[in-house]
């Protein structure tokens, strides 16, 4: 019998039977009593060897940050925080730059710091694939889909990136805007530009829409400046536009910034449209329009699995829906 066995017997988590097996102090008595009395009629024996393994790690889960001004990843820590609290473990967090090689810098803080597991907040598919091998230890990929790479102890959530940049130029497209500007990031960089970047142009076929990615696009970081510098970019170098996907809600406010500098007004001579939901979008004048993810479940849910991990659980991936809303920022084009 595993834990996972002893979980279904008594109707408890997995989290939970570990730690009443384990005496940590965040169980509740009646669930304890329980757990311990079914454990003994079931003849349950912990793993010794399994346990002492696991003591000779910390006590740590381990958020490795990839980007120091992602605000989205902001938003996720504040809810991953708020969860590991309320596990028997402490949070460590560490930050890398946008370009950096995250696996890499995983691999010697698993050295260092001997984390139960590691909550990644962005990555790139190649870093995994060429350096993951390094990692024994459970890890959550959040916003990038991992089910198609081949290690075990890899789990994910994810928004469906690629459908939700589709579904962002489709909205433009049904309010008459047929010159679209694309904010997007380093394609090479970061699976997901490269993703959101497929959906614009499978949107534009869908629509029959011209798009030139040498003059209508701008691949940048993912922050208010590079929005704010791409825009002032495209505005000397793109085709006429009546509108502008950013990839980032932060790319997004950035290119409002550029546009009232230049003389131009959101959304009467153009329209701007982001990605993620940033609570700040609802306090911008105008409202930013935007495709926004379930930050809080996303960051929830990639906790749960990792603590589920931890204890022995199989791994996950999910797909948490967006959401499209058309604020202010956004009007119908009239020629």
Known sequence: MTIKDLAAKTG????????????????????????????????????????????????NILALVKGTGNELFAAMMEQIQTSVAQSPYSLVVDYVDENANEVH????????????????LGGNQEHFL?????????????????????????????????EAARRAILALGALGHRRIAVIGG????????????????????????AFDPARDYQGVRFSYE?????????????????AIFAAADVMAIGAI????????????????????????GLFLVPQLATVSQDVRKMARRSVEILLSAIDGGQSVHETVPFQVHLRSSVRKFEK
Request: glycine residues 6%.
């Open 12 to 59: 408890y988590a997995v989290g939970t039977v570990s730690r009443a097996l384990n005496n940590h102090p965040n169980v509740s008595e009646k669930a304890r009593l329980a757990i311990l009395k079914a454990a003994a009629e079931s003849g349950f024996e912990l793993n010794v060897n399994a346990k002492q393994l696991k003591q000779q790690r910390s006590t």
């Open 186 to 209: 380093i394609r090479q960089l970061s699976d997901i530009s490269q993703k959101r970047y497929e959906g614009c142009l499978q949107a534009f076929r869908e629509q029959g829409v």
């Open 105 to 120: 810098r995983a691999v010697q803080l698993v050295r260092e710091k001997k984390p139960l597991g590691i909550l990644f």
């Open 257 to 280: 910034r550029a546009l009232h500098e230049a003389g131009l007004r959101v959304p009467e001579d153009v329209s701007v449209m982001g990605v993620d939901g940033l609570p700040l």
């Open 130 to 162: 060429a350096d993951f091998g390094g990692i024994d230890v459970p890890c959550v990929l959040i916003t990038n889909d991992a089910r198609a790479l081949p290690f075990p102890n890899l789990s994910s959530v994810t928004t469906d990136d690629r």
């Open 226 to 242: 590079s929005g704010y510098e791409a825009t002032q970019a495209l505005l000397h170098t793109c085709r006429p536009f009546s």
